[in-house]
């Protein structure tokens, strides 16, 4: 009887056809059984014996499935945490679930906006904690500083972020430690040093600003790497915007070949940014931008990670974890996919040649 049920489960379960067809054979009444093996001597002995080998087998093979669909598919709660609504961190996103549902990993998830609030956001803070989710998305700075506040044991994978380590969201990008990695937009310094390079290739002075609070690792690591390519970077620190013009005019005083940069919000705000621009194109100084956003508006080149490949990134990254990987033995994800834009009618108007072979890698060109 017991046997009996269990075939007719598996058949209701959706079980694959061979475990259908076994279920039917173990569901033929006794009166049919025993027509059949008339017409076969070699089924004349040990009927019931079969008919419960047949069952068995069913039951087997229909566990087998379900167990099957079970390791493929895993149901799961992801949280969603971005900054703020943008375009960007939309497509960031988009790249995250597009790897998750390739990779089979079922999961639910509920996606929370802080609208740049790194204080407070308590009300987000206790939903998620409410619902106890499996993994915890942040998309940009703000959203991982205040996830990795408040969750000390869920593992959080971030998007969209710079300079992590900088940050204090990980102990270094090999080896995170705790409950946080991630897939970084860092574009790796010495690729961008290369590409200035390739522009100029006389190159020694270069020049940046920074904020000692936000940046100051990141410059003490350039740096280094431009020593070791012969490169003397110059740094001029800025404690608010209002120092910006005098710390630019320090660093043209000392004869700067190019402006290099990081993304520092104490830098780039909008009325710093703009006399940035208008300085360097006045003083014939190329200048090389934190992202593509900076060459439309009069930079001369940025190199920028895609969006939807960091998404990737982190996709991949989340997936290891929900498949029992520990996130703190993780390393954190560099860019694969990066992007140039070249604004070509700047460097027509500080009077820089730009190599062809520049051009044709550029993504973007402005002209």
Same mark, same amino acid.
């Given at each position: 009887m017991y046997a009996r049920r269990g075939a007719i489960h598996c058949a209701r379960t959706g079980a694959n056809s061979l475990a259908r067809f076994i279920c039917a054979m173990s569901q033929e009444s006794p009166h049919e059984f025993k027509r059949s093996t008339v017409n076969n001597p070699d089924m004349r002995f040990g009927s019931r014996?079969? !008919?419960?080998l047949f069952c068995v087998v069913a039951l087997a093979v229909?566990?087998?499935?379900?167990? *099957?669909?079970e390791a493929t598919e895993r149901e799961c709660l992801v949280a969603i945490v971005k900054?703020?609504?943008? $375009?960007?961190?939309n497509t960031a996103i988009g790249g995250f679930l597009d790897t998750i549902s390739q990779k089979r990993i079922k999961c639910k998830t509920v996606t929370y906006n802080l609208q740049g609030q790194t204080e407070g956001g308590e009300q987000i803070v206790g939903k998620i904690r409410a619902s106890k989710p499996d993994l915890i998305l942040t998309v940009g700075s703000r959203a991982t500083e205040v996830m990795a506040k408040n969750f000390r044991s869920t593992p959080i994978v971030f998007s969209m972020v710079l300079y992590p380590v900088a940050s204090?969201?990980?102990?270094?990008?090999d080896r995170p430690g705790e409950n946080v990695t991630g897939a970084a937009m860092d574009v790796p310094i010495e690729r961008q040093l290369r590409v200035l390079l390739k522009i100029m290739p006389k190159l020694k002075r270069v020049g940046v600003l920074y904020s000692p609070d936000e940046t100051l690792p990141v410059i003490e690591e350039a740096k280094r790497i431009a020593k070791s390519m012969n490169i003397q970077m110059i740094a001029e620190p800025v404690e608010a915007e209002g120092d910006v013009p005098d710390a630019l005019g320090r660093l043209d005083k000392q004869k700067i070949e190019a !402006?290099?940069?990081?993304?520092?919000?104490?830098?780039? *705000?909008? $009325?710093?940014t703009r006399y940035v621009i208008e300085y360097v194109l006045h003083r014939g100084i190329p200048f090389m931008g934190p992202h593509n956003g900076f060459v439309k508006a009069g930079a001369l080149v940025a190199l920028t990670a895609d969006y939807r490949d960091n998404g990737r990134q982190a996709g991949e990254i989340a997936v290891q974890i929900l498949n029992g990987a520990k996130p703190e033995g993780i390393a954190v994800g560099i860019p694969r996919k990066?992007?140039?834009? !070249?604004?070509?009618?700047?460097?027509?108007n500080i009077g820089l040649k730009i190599p062809q072979s520049i051009i044709d890698d550029a993504a973007q060109v402005f002209e």
């Amino acid at each position: 009887m017991y046997a009996r049920r269990g075939a007719i489960h598996c058949a209701r379960t959706g079980a694959n056809s061979l475990a259908r067809f076994i279920c039917a054979m173990s569901q033929e009444s006794p009166h049919e059984f025993k027509r059949s093996t008339v017409n076969n001597p070699d089924m004349r002995f040990g009927s019931r014996d079969r !008919l419960t080998l047949f069952c068995v087998v069913a039951l087997a093979v229909c566990l087998a499935s379900r167990a *099957t669909a079970e390791a493929t598919e895993r149901e799961c709660l992801v949280a969603i945490v971005k900054s703020w609504d943008l $375009p960007e961190y939309n497509t960031a996103i988009g790249g995250f679930l597009d790897t998750i549902s390739q990779k089979r990993i079922k999961c639910k998830t509920v996606t929370y906006n802080l609208q740049g609030q790194t204080e407070g956001g308590e009300q987000i803070v206790g939903k998620i904690r409410a619902s106890k989710p499996d993994l915890i998305l942040t998309v940009g700075s703000r959203a991982t500083e205040v996830m990795a506040k408040n969750f000390r044991s869920t593992p959080i994978v971030f998007s969209m972020v710079l300079y992590p380590v900088a940050s204090a969201f990980v102990a270094n990008m090999d080896r995170p430690g705790e409950n946080v990695t991630g897939a970084a937009m860092d574009v790796p310094i010495e690729r961008q040093l290369r590409v200035l390079l390739k522009i100029m290739p006389k190159l020694k002075r270069v020049g940046v600003l920074y904020s000692p609070d936000e940046t100051l690792p990141v410059i003490e690591e350039a740096k280094r790497i431009a020593k070791s390519m012969n490169i003397q970077m110059i740094a001029e620190p800025v404690e608010a915007e209002g120092d910006v013009p005098d710390a630019l005019g320090r660093l043209d005083k000392q004869k700067i070949e190019a !402006l290099w940069s990081v993304a520092d919000g104490k830098v780039f *705000t909008r $009325p710093s940014t703009r006399y940035v621009i208008e300085y360097v194109l006045h003083r014939g100084i190329p200048f090389m931008g934190p992202h593509n956003g900076f060459v439309k508006a009069g930079a001369l080149v940025a190199l920028t990670a895609d969006y939807r490949d960091n998404g990737r990134q982190a996709g991949e990254i989340a997936v290891q974890i929900l498949n029992g990987a520990k996130p703190e033995g993780i390393a954190v994800g560099i860019p694969r996919k990066v992007e140039m834009a !070249l604004n070509l009618q700047v460097a027509g108007n500080i009077g820089l040649k730009i190599p062809q072979s520049i051009i044709d890698d550029a993504a973007q060109v402005f002209e």
